[in-house]
C-alpha cells in the first residue's frame, strides 16, 4: 500500500472499524512497522458520516490536546483517504480479558483518562479492542471521539466490555 508516494509491505490485517471508520493494517517499510488505516465507505445504519478523513485528522488533534496516550498520526494520505500511525505494540485489553489476564490497574488508568475526556466534554469508543497494553500502559489506538454524552461514556458503555460481563461473552460469541 502506498501513503503519499511512499510504499509500505501489509504484514496482517489488524481490524475493520464497527462501520464508521476503515481497516486497519499492520505494515512495513522494510525498516519499522506502522499501521494503515484505510478508509472505507460502507454503509452503516447508525451513523451519519461528514468528510471521514477530515474527521480522523479532527478527532486526532482534538484527543492530542485532551493529553490521551494515542499513536502518533505519521502521514495523512488525503487523496487515497490512507492514514499512517505510530505501531503501538502489545495485548489490546479485549485479549486480556478473553485470556484472564486483564489487571485492575489497566481500568484505573482508563478511569484517570476519563477525568480527561469528561473535562473537555468528550467520549471515545471504549470498546476493548482499542486499547492497546504496552509496559503496563494503555494507549487508546482509535482517534473516533465525540462529544460527551452520558448514555456513551465508560461507565454506562464501555465498562460492561472490559470484563468477562454477559455483553462481552456475547460479542465473544457472535465474533468467533
Not at 452520558?150 to 472490559?162: A, S
Request: charged share 30%; net charge negative; with cysteine.
Amino acid at each position: 500500500m502506498v501513503v503519499n508516494d511512499k510504499g509500505y509491505s501489509v504484514i496482517k490485517l489488524l481490524g475493520k472499524g464497527k462501520g464508521k471508520g476503515g481497516y486497519s493494517y499492520l505494515v512495513d517499510n522494510g525498516v519499522k512497522k506502522y499501521v494503515l488505516k484505510q478508509i472505507h465507505h460502507e454503509p452503516c445504519n447508525y451513523y451519519q458520516f461528514g468528510n471521514k478523513i477530515e474527521a480522523e485528522i479532527r478527532d486526532y488533534e482534538r484527543l492530542k490536546a485532551i493529553g490521551l496516550k494515542i499513536p502518533a498520526m505519521i502521514d495523512v494520505d488525503i487523496d487515497n483517504e490512507r492514514i499512517l500511525k505510530e505501531f503501538i505494540e502489545g495485548d489490546t485489553i479485549y485479549e486480556l480479558v478473553l485470556q484472564d489476564r486483564m489487571k485492575y490497574a489497566y481500568v484505573e488508568q482508563l478511569k484517570d483518562m476519563c477525568v480527561l475526556l469528561y473535562a473537555a466534554h468528550t467520549n471515545i469508543d471504549y470498546f476493548p479492542t482499542n486499547f492497546v497494553v504496552q509496559n503496563e500502559e494503555i494507549y487508546y489506538v482509535d482517534f473516533e471521539c465525540n462529544d460527551y454524552m452520558e448514555e456513551w461514556n465508560f461507565e454506562n458503555w464501555g465498562m460492561k466490555y472490559w470484563s468477562k460481563t454477559p455483553e462481552f461473552l456475547q460479542y465473544v460469541k457472535e465474533h468467533l
